[in-house]
C-alpha cells in the first residue's frame, strides 16, 4: 500500500514533533505494516486518507493511536543483565552507604510494558531490607497501550521464560489461568502512567516522585533526533538527584545542552553519573 510523498513528510515532521520518532526516508515499509490494524479498526481504505485525517484533527484518537502503534514495545526482563547486575553490586550499594535508611526512588523513563520496571523491583527486592517499604520505582512510556499492560502486571508463559531465572518468577508472580500475574510486593513498589519524553511537561508530571537516584532510559535516545536527544537528557537531569545514575543502552551516550555526566565502567558497560 502507497502512500503519497507529500503526506508521508507531514507524517515524518508530526512522529518527531509528537514524539521524538524519526522516521527515515526508507522506512514506508513500518508504516504499512504498524497501520493495518488502525486501517480496520477505523474504515479507513488507504494510508493517505488515514494520514490526512490525522493532518485534520493531531490531538484527536485516531492521532494519539497512531503515534501508540509507532511506539517501539519490543522488551524482555532483566534486559541486557548487566544493567540489574550493576543496581545489586555497585549502586544500591552506594545508596545505603551514604544513607542506610533513607528511600531509593526510580524511574524507568521508557518502561513499555513493564517488564524494565518489574525487573529492577524484583532487583531492589533481593538487594534491599525493607525494600518493599524504601523502594519506590515510577514507569512512563508514550504508549498508552503498554502502559496499560504494565498496570494490568500479566504476562504469558513466553514473556516470563524471557530472561527471569524460575526461583524469581514462584518468588515474585503467581500463576493466573495460563499466564502469570506480578504479586502485590512488586505492584506496591510501582507505579506506571503515560508520559512522553519529548514534552518539557514531563519533568513537572514526575516531579512529585523524585528526584530520582536512579533513571533507566535505555534504547529508546536512538530513535530521537541528535538535537532532541539532547533535550530529553537534560529533562532526564533536571528530575534526577545529584550524583544519581543514568542507565541509558549500551551505546548510548548522554550529552545534554546543560547536564554533564561522569562515566563509571561496570564489567566494561558504560554507566553515567549526573554531576
Known sequence: MAIRADLFSY???FLLRQSGLV?????????????????????????DKLVEEIK????????????????????LFFRDTYPFEALDSLIFPELIRGNPKSS?????????????????????????PMAAQRVKILGTDLSE?????????????????????????????????????????????????????????????VRKYGPFDIVFCRNVLIYF????????????????????????GATEVPEGNMSRWECVMFKNKRLWKLL
Do not use: C
Not at 521508557?110 to 525487573?119: F, L, N, T, V
Not at 514473556?159 to 512488586?186: H, I
Open 145 to 205: 497501550s503498554a502502559v496499560a499492560y504494565a498496570i494490568e502486571g500479566v504476562y504469558s508463559p513466553m514473556e516470563v521464560k524471557r530472561g527471569m531465572e524460575q526461583k524469581q518468577l514462584t518468588r515474585f508472580f503467581k500463576p493466573q489461568k495460563d499466564d502469570w500475574a506480578v504479586n502485590d510486593v512488586l505492584r506496591n513498589m510501582v507505579h506506571f502512567e503515560e508520559g512522553n519524553l519529548v514534552d518539557d511537561q514531563l519533568v513537572h508530571q
Open 11 to 13: 507524517l515524518q515532521d
Open 104 to 128: 531509593i526512588r526510580i524511574w524507568s523513563a521508557a518502561s513499555s510494558r513493564g517488564q524494565e520496571a518489574y525487573s529492577i523491583a524484583m532487583t531492589a527486592a533481593q538487594a534491599i
Open 225 to 248: 533526533s541528535p538535537e532532541e536527544r539532547k533535550k530529553v537528557i537534560d529533562r532526564l537531569a533536571r528530575a534526577m538527584k545529584r550524583g544519581g545514575y543514568l542507565l541509558t
Open 56 to 75: 485534520r484533527n493531531e490531538k484527536g484518537e485516531m492521532a494519539h493511536h497512531l503515534i501508540d502503534a509507532m511506539t517501539t514495545n519490543e522488551t
Open 23 to 47: 522516521l527515515a526516508d526508507d522506512k514506508v515499509y513500518l508504516i504499512r505494516s504498524r497501520a493495518q490494524a488502525l486501517l480496520r479498526k477505523y474504515k479507513v481504505a488507504t494510508l
